[in-house]
């Protein structure tokens, strides 16, 4: 029985290698023949994305640029929160709350994000716009916020985790020197949160970089080099699924968006790897220590 | 297992030889829902004809129909001197028909008071040339332009009847449906944009905006008056003769020209 279990679980992990090989595969294979119409320097570094237009442009900085700008913002926000959120359920809220905000924030990360996305385009946007006179509340801010909703459950839950896993000993020790709750907070938790930090934050980029359907709604999606944050973005995951759909098979075109996918597949994937190494160190350096 | 393999194959005969006739329908996706449509409603009058619809575009629809791939090749544009000597060299006549027309209108919010823009004013918008709305008549607002994916067959012909060549300004606010287009319209007094004419009524606090003086109604559309509009053709190989003429003629039948205002184009003809 045993050995059968055994045997269903390696190839099942071969499977899904061999998956993730075929998409990688898949992925370059498709964009390969892009370069006959547009050399990879105009792919990478041209700075007009006009696809259909003729001559076509098929310049992919200006989505680049707008998917680091928000993925930036949006980390900028969900960090800080989750963290505040992560001490306020480990340390500060009552056992009771405590149990209410974990299932609430597990029902949360689950909500669709084309529903984010509406509130987004529905009540954020207008509000923007007529509260602080802006042209379009379809916008790099407005696209990060939403972003960040739908982000934060991920990260808290795993500071969470990392934070009440926090070696007693080490809290004891600090208390029995005759620190308080808040100086074990400050100077013994939280500093020895670095190494798990590091990683949770590239994690969660992860997710960021891959999320499409809030951007798509919300960002406005216009192909340029953003200059604040209230202009509107695109981003290179919402520029696939926008034109995909509609896009002739085995033209340019259609080898750019595979390129576009390729690179972001490059991203995620190496984002995660760091993420992971960061994770796999720190866990060594605990081990050791 | 065998069991069901025999009892799915089996099926499958039976369900190829009850389908004997095949038609297959390439081309243009701003025709596609048309396509789709007809052959649904075709397929239920006539079980035994079997539609395949693909959507890739007026030229690959038109390459494949030359190369003997396709019977109908669905198109949104006419056919292009190259294609029309490759057809000839090859010995086939490429026979069009008018199958719907698809026009487009512009739309502002309600709130502003613009009502009416000239082809070279809309171009120069969407150019970036012009940037505010006291430049056309307007109040003293900026403009907010909302252009479709640039994949769509909307923008399609927004590309070809109004831009002429020149690029909307890659700062314009980029949304996927017509749906989209006027959420974006409605929720901002700044913004203008285009939609299909079949959007165009019930849909509350946007205004549509005249072109020179032409508003988007259906038998401007059809004279070829009215500049935002376009034929959309399905091309056969000759004369169309046996299934794929009876196809074609259900589509420009009274029930096939319903299905057509029923997905947002301009039918041929008056149906109610």
Redesign the interface.
């Known amino acids: 029985m045993k050995n059968i279990i055994d045997r269903v679980i390696s190839v099942s992990g071969w499977v899904s290698i061999a998956i993730i090989v075929a998409i990688t595969f898949f992925l370059f294979y498709n964009w390969i023949p892009l370069f006959k119409t547009a050399s990879p320097i105009e792919f990478f570094f041209g700075t007009l994305w006009y696809p259909t237009a003729i001559p076509p442009f098929y310049g992919i900085l200006p989505l680049l640029d707008a998917t680091i700008w928000i993925s930036f913002l949006t980390i900028l926000i969900t960090f800080p929160s989750a963290f505040v959120l992560a001490i306020f359920i480990t340390h500060v809220a009552p056992k009771r709350l405590r149990y209410f905000l974990k299932i609430f924030l597990e029902i949360f990360s689950s909500v669709p994000s084309v529903i984010l996305g509406l509130i987004g385009l529905s009540i954020v946007a207008p509000y923007f716009q007529n509260v602080f006179n802006m042209d379009t509340g379809q916008n790099i801010l407005n696209a990060a916020i939403m972003l960040s909703l739908i982000t934060i459950p991920m990260p808290t839950s795993m500071m969470e985790d990392f934070i009440s896993a926090f070696s007693p000993e080490q809290k004891e020790g600090a208390q029995a020197l005759g620190a308080n709750e808040f100086e074990t907070l400050t100077k013994v938790v939280i500093p020895g949160l670095k190494g798990p930090f590091a990683s949770i934050a590239m994690l969660s980029l992860g997710r960021i970089f891959g999320e499409t359907m809030i951007v798509l709604m919300v960002a406005g999606n216009a192909a340029i080099f953003p200059s604040s944050i209230f202009q509107p973005a695109r981003v290179l995951s919402s520029t696939i699924a926008a034109e995909m759909g509609e896009t002739p098979v085995n033209t340019p075109h259609f080898y750019a968006l595979f390129g576009i996918g390729a690179v972001l597949f490059a991203m995620t994937f190496l984002i995660n790897l760091v993420g992971e190494v960061i994770r796999i160190r720190y866990e060594r350096q605990m081990m050791k220590g | 297992m065998k069991k069901i393999l025999f009892v799915l194959l089996a099926s499958m005969l039976a369900f190829s030889a009850f389908a004997s006739t095949k038609i297959v329908i390439v081309g243009s ?1 701003t025709v596609l829902p048309i396509a789709q449509q007809w052959a649904q409603s075709y397929m239920q009058l006539n079980p035994d004809v079997n539609v395949s619809v693909v ?3 007026s ?2 629809g038109i390459k494949a129909l030359l190369d003997g791939l396709a019977d109908i090749a669905d198109s949104s544009r006419w056919m292009s001197e190259t294609e029309i000597k490759s057809a000839i060299s090859k010995g086939f006549f490429p026979f069009p028909v008018v199958v719907a027309y698809d026009a487009i209108a512009p739309i502002v919010n309600s709130g502003n008071p613009v009502r009416n823009l000239s082809l070279d004013q809309l171009q120069e918008i969407y150019e970036g040339k012009i940037t505010n709305w006291s430049q056309v008549g307007g109040p003293d607002m ?1 403009i ?1 332009v909302v252009t479709r ?5 909307t ?2 012909v927004w ?1 070809e009847k109004v831009m002429r ?1 020149a ?1 909307v300004k ?7 449906s017509n749906a ?1 287009v006027i ?2 319209v409605s ?5 203008i944009g285009y939609v299909g004419l079949g959007y165009l009524e019930s849909s509350p606090n946007i205004s549509e905006v005249a072109i020179s003086g032409m508003k988007a109604n259906i038998e401007a559309a059809r004279s070829g008056t009215y500049p935002l509009a376009r034929p959309l053709f399905m091309i056969t190989n000759g004369v169309p003769s046996g299934t794929i003429a009876q196809f074609i003629d259900f589509g420009l039948s009274p029930s096939g020209q319903k299905i057509v205002s029923e997905v947002g184009f301009v039918p041929i003809y008056e149906v109610k």
């Open positions: 996706t959507g890739n575009g030229g690959n900026s907010v994916d640039n994949s769509s067959g923008f399609e590309a060549g690029l890659p700062g314009a606010l980029t949304v996927a989209e959420r974006s929720g901002n007094k700044r913004a």
